[in-house]
């Protein structure tokens, strides 16, 4: 997770971060506490954000029940392994 602080330029990219949001992608903090351990984070640069953004929107989209039945899997196999 990476913490960012930007400036928007106008109502597109506000309607842009909106959709970000409401597709789970990004959370919206009204007025964050940049000094919080709740948001870690090094700085990021304007192209990595662009390559974070670009690589979100090609991620493929998994449902929750899916992405529940791959974590109860996975967290069994490790568990298996620790024993």
Same mark, same amino acid.
């Given at each position: 997770? %990476?913490?960012?602080? @930007? +400036?928007?330029?106008?109502?597109?990219?506000?309607?842009?971060?909106?959709?970000?949001?409401?597709?789970?992608? @990004? *959370? !919206?903090?009204?007025?964050?506490?940049?000094?919080?351990?709740?948001?870690?984070g090094?700085? !990021?640069?304007?192209?990595?954000?662009?390559?974070? !953004?670009?690589f979100?929107?090609?991620?493929? @989209? #998994?449902?929750?029940? #899916?992405?529940?039945? *791959?974590?109860?899997? %996975?967290k +069994?196999?490790? %568990?298996?392994l620790? *024993?």
């Open positions: 997770m %990476q913490t960012l602080k @930007i +400036e928007l330029t106008g109502n597109n990219s506000l309607k842009a971060l909106k959709e970000l949001e409401y597709r789970n992608l @990004i *959370r !919206i903090l009204k007025e964050p506490d940049l000094h919080s351990y709740a948001l870690p090094e700085l !990021i640069s304007d192209s990595d954000f662009k390559n974070w !953004i670009e979100a929107e090609e991620s493929p @989209i #998994v449902s929750l029940t #899916v992405a529940k039945k *791959r974590w109860t899997a %996975q +069994e196999k490790l %568990q298996k620790i *024993r």
